[in-house]
């Protein structure tokens, strides 16, 4: 299994535990931020065993399943994946992305920015890819300025490409908001 030490300038990412069951159910399950992700179960057990098969997939490097949380108290305050490795070109999804009303002023730049290092440097892949559903506005906005593609989409979704070149100008552009 890969190792990850992501740390931006007010948050952190850490791998899910099964002790997270209970904030992920709140989280994924409040109707003011669950408007644009796909249901999940508000039943703590049945994420507790989800957790527990997912950590199969950190292992066999296939996922990964993130905690976003803040580095001046340790609170979680959020959630993202990465997933749907793919090889011709080497790319990855990601998802999953909620912050909860205790996120920090710049917790969405700084995880996005964390979820590139881990896809980019970490697990070396050229490209990411991912959809954002219609609607959406904040987080087509977010995308587009940090330099996404849009390539294409349907009634529900508009799918886009983000290539490592992309981060790297980034890392320089935001490099304030990795700190040191």
């Not at 003011?32 to 508000?42: E, G, H, K």
């Not at 527990?52 to 490097?61: A, D, G, H, S």
């Not at 996005?112 to 892949?125: K, N, R």
Request: glycine fraction near 4%; hydrophobic fraction near 35%; charge should be negative.
């Amino acid at each position: 299994m890969k190792e990850f030490n992501l740390k931006a300038s007010t948050i952190y990412l850490r791998l899910v535990t099964e002790s997270d069951a209970e904030f992920i159910c709140g989280l994924r399950n409040d109707e003011t931020l669950n408007t644009y992700i796909s249901q999940s179960t508000a039943d703590v057990e049945a994420q507790k065993k989800w957790i527990i098969n997912y950590k199969n997939k950190e292992k066999n490097n296939e996922e990964y399943y993130f905690m976003i949380c803040r580095n001046d108290t340790d609170e979680v305050i959020g959630t993202v994946r990465l997933y749907d490795f793919k090889e011709n070109p080497k790319s990855f999804c990601w998802g999953s992305w909620i912050l909860n009303e205790n996120k920090t002023k710049y917790a969405a730049v700084e995880s996005a920015l964390l979820v590139y290092e881990a896809g980019f440097s970490i697990l070396e892949f050229e490209q990411s890819h991912f959809e954002v559903m219609k609607g959406n506005d904040k987080v087509h906005s977010f995308h587009l300025k940090m330099g996404a593609n849009k390539i294409s989409e349907d009634e529900i979704n508009d799918y886009y490409i983000f290539p490592k070149l992309k981060y790297e100008e980034n890392k320089i552009q935001y490099s304030r908001f990795l700190g040191s």
